[in-house]
Every structure is written in C-alpha cells, then in structure tokens.
C-alpha cells in the first residue's frame, strides 16, 4: 500500500487508492478492510489522545481511551464479510461520480438479500497526485439473542470513526447509541 502526503503534517497521511477504473473493469473491489487496517496501524504508530464520545438514549459521555479499547471498537469494522475472496463473491459493486462532492462512490451491496452487511460505501477523492480514501460507510443487520441490531458505521481516513446503533429487543424499548471515536485532535470539540 502506498502512503502519500499532501501537506507537512505530524498526523499519518491517508492511504492512496489503486485506479478505480482498475477496479471496476478487471472486476477487482477496492481493499477496505485494508484501509481500515492501515489507517489503525497508523493510529498506533502515534502516542496521541484518543477521545471517545458516547450518546446512548440521549445521555452524553466523554473519556480518553488507550489503544486496547480503541481496538475494541474500530474491529466491529473488520468484518469477515470484508475478506476480498468472501467480499468479491458475495457482493456486486457499482460506482459513480458525485459532482456535489466531487468524490468517486464505489457501492458494494450484498447478492443475498438477508447478508448481515447490507452495504459498503467507499468515497475517493480523486487528485492527480493519486486518489485517496476520504471515508468508508457501512451498514449492518444482524439479531444476537433476543435482539436485532442496526448499524451505521463510517471510518474517517486518518480522523475518527463512528457507530450508530439501535438495538431492539424483543421485549422492551429500543436504545439508541452512537460511539464517535477521535484521533485527529481538529475534530475533538465536534459533536
């Protein structure tokens, strides 16, 4: 994987993507559990705050994390669905180009109606200097015990990542919580 700069900066410079005609002509998808991957070890090649933000049923929650549970949380993005040889088989990719945001959307959705992960969204912004992975976006359904979940995740290259889930249980309210998890200090005072 190659790493490129566009500006002198003490964070680690986005992942650089393979050309996306590449990609949708040879019928090869785009990496994103590598990305994901790349943009973790680069968030443990540096010692600086990692700031979780927690919302759940409308109650706020700040703290700053280590690693482990920085861990903990971005691996509910390395799905095993996102295998490239599970990824290429069970999903279909199509892409577009965004003239609003002038980014490239790569969107991958399952060939099975009932896959746990109902969608990958990569968004590329396009240079001449080579294309970069601005953020991935992912949806998840899936029933654990009694419950059923919906999730919404995004990943932020080099900047943060968050989840968005609403649990619902068989017998009981809904909870709805969000984990917004901080690494680029620019975006700690963000909601």
Not at 42 to 56: E, H, N, P, Q
Not at 68 to 73: D, K, V, Y
């Amino acid at each position: 994987m190659v790493i490129a700069c566009k500006h002198k900066s003490n964070t680690p410079a986005a992942a650089t993507v393979p050309d996306p005609q590449d990609s949708v002509s040879s019928g090869s998808f785009l990496p994103v559990a590598e990305f994901i991957k790349n943009d973790i070890t680069r968030v443990d090649s540096f010692s600086g705050g990692i700031l979780r933000k927690a919302i759940t049923n409308g109650k706020k929650d700040s703290a700053y994390i280590q690693l482990p549970g920085f861990h903990q949380l971005a691996n509910q993005f390395l799905l095993p669905e996102l295998d490239s040889a599970s990824f290429r088989a069970h999903f279909t990719e199509s892409s577009l180009m965004d003239e609003t945001t002038e980014m490239l959307n790569f969107i991958y959705t399952p060939k099975q109606a009932n896959w746990p992960l109902q969608k990958v969204m990569v968004y590329v912004s396009p240079a001449t200097t080579g294309d970069k992975v601005d953020r991935i976006y992912m949806e998840k359904d899936f029933t654990r015990g009694d419950t059923s979940f919906h999730q919404k995740l995004t990943w932020k290259s080099g900047e943060y990542f968050y989840i968005i889930s609403l649990e619902q249980p068989n017998n009981g309210p809904a909870v709805t919580s969000i984990d917004k998890v901080i690494w680029d200090p620019q975006h700690f005072s963000e909601e």
